[in-house]
C-alpha cells in the first residue's frame, strides 16, 4: 500500500465538492481518474497535494498521514511533486533554472537536471532556452522534469496534456508514460478525456459528481462500466431494449445475446449495451435484421441509421469506400459479437451517478 485516501470529503461553505472518496494507489503504479468537468477532480489532486485540507477523512502516504481534519503536513514537505494543466513553467527562468528550481545547490544538481531531462527524452540543446522558445509539448515534458528532479515519491498530473493539438497530446502522453515509468514513481492523472484515462494506467477510477462511482483496472472498468451512465462516459454505448431469457441470455431486436456482465440487479426489462465495435454489418438477400433508413456522410465515414423493427433505430458507421454496400433501403443482417452488459431499463435520470451500487 502506498498513497491512501479514506472517506475524504470536502466542502467550500455549503457547496458539496467531494463525498466520502475512498482510493488506494499502490507504490511505482499509475491512476487516472476520469470526470467530466466540475466533478472535482482538480479538487481531490490539491487535496492530495497539501494546498487545500480536507473536510473530512485522512490522505495518507506509506501509512503516515498527511491530512485529516485537525492535522496537515505543508505541501513542500509532503514528498509530491505537481504538474499543472499549463505546466506553470516560471516564463523568466531557462529551462535549466526550471528544473533546477526545486535542488538544493550542491555539485550534483546539473548532472541532476540532464538526468531528468534524458528520462523525459528532451534534447540538451533546449537547456538554455526560454518557455516560450519551446513547443506546448516541450514546455509539458519540461514541467514533469521539474516535478521529477526532487525525486518525489507521488507526481501529480492535472490534465496536463489538456491544451495540446490531439497528434501532440498523444505524443506527449506516451513519451509522459514512458519516462513515469522508467522513474518507477507512484503517479495520479486527472482528465476529462476518457481514452487518455483508458490508455494512461493500471487503475482507473471514475468520479462523477464528487463521487468515485468505479474504479480498477481500465480494460474491466471499460468491459463491465458500474451502471449505463459510466458506460456512456467512457466511449460510444449503444442501448437495445431487451428482457433476460436464460442464463446469461438476453433478447434484443438483434436476437437472443450472450451476456457478458450483468448490472441489472434482476429487475425486467432491462437494457442491453454494446460497443460499435461489437457491430459485424453486411448486406443481405433476404429480410435482414435490419433496413437503412438513412445515410449521412460524415467525413472519412458513413453513418448509417438502421431501423431494426418496433421503432428501434441504430446508427452505424461505415468505411466511406464501403458505403455503397448500404443504400438506403436495403437491408442488412447483423451479428453481434463478445456479448453485450445489462442494466435496469432506462430511467428518467441518466445521470453518471445515478443508482450507483457501492
Ligand atoms: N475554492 C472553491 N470554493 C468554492 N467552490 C469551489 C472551489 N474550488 C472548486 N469549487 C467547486 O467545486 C467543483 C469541482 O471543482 P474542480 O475544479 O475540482 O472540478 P474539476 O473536475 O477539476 O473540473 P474541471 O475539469 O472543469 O477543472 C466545482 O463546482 C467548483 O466550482
Known sequence: MMLQLTDVSKSFGATTVLTDVSVAVERGTRLAIVGASGSGKSTLLRIIAGFEGPSTGTVSLDGR?????????????????????????????????????GLRRSPGRDARVREVMDLTSLDL?????????????????????????????????????????????????????TALERSGVTTILVTHDQEEALSFGQQLAVISAGRLVQAGPPSEVFDAPINAAVAEFLGTALFLPA???????????????????????GTEPVRAMLRPAQLHVRESDGDGDARVVAARQNGSAVELDLSLGDGFTLTHRVPLYDAHRFPAGGAVAIRVDGGVVLY????????LGAGVAR
Open 243 to 265: 428482457h433476460t431469457s436464460g442464463p446469461a441470455r438476453a433478447v434484443c431486436a438483434l436476437g437472443e445475446l450472450h451476456v457478458r456482465h450483468d448490472h441489472s440487479h
Open 65 to 101: 498521514v498527511l491530512a485529516n481534519p485537525v492535522s496537515t503536513v505543508s505541501a513542500h514537505r509532503r514528498g509530491i511533486g505537481y504538474v499543472a494543466q499549463d505546466g506553470a513553467l516560471f516564463p523568466h527562468l531557462t529551462v535549466r533554472s526550471n528544473i533546477a528550481f
Open 344 to 351: 435496469p431499463a432506462a430511467t428518467a435520470s441518466g445521470t
Open 125 to 177: 540543446e533546449l537547456l538554455d532556452r526560454y518557455p516560450h522558445q519551446l513547443s506546448g509539448g516541450q514546455q509539458q515534458r519540461v514541467a514533469l522534469a521539474r516535478a521529477l528532479a526532487p525525486a518525489p515519491t507521488v507526481i501529480l498530473l492535472d490534465e496536463p496534456f489538456s491544451a495540446l493539438d490531439t497528434g501532440l497530446r498523444a505524443h506527449t502522453r506516451a513519451a509522459m508514460v
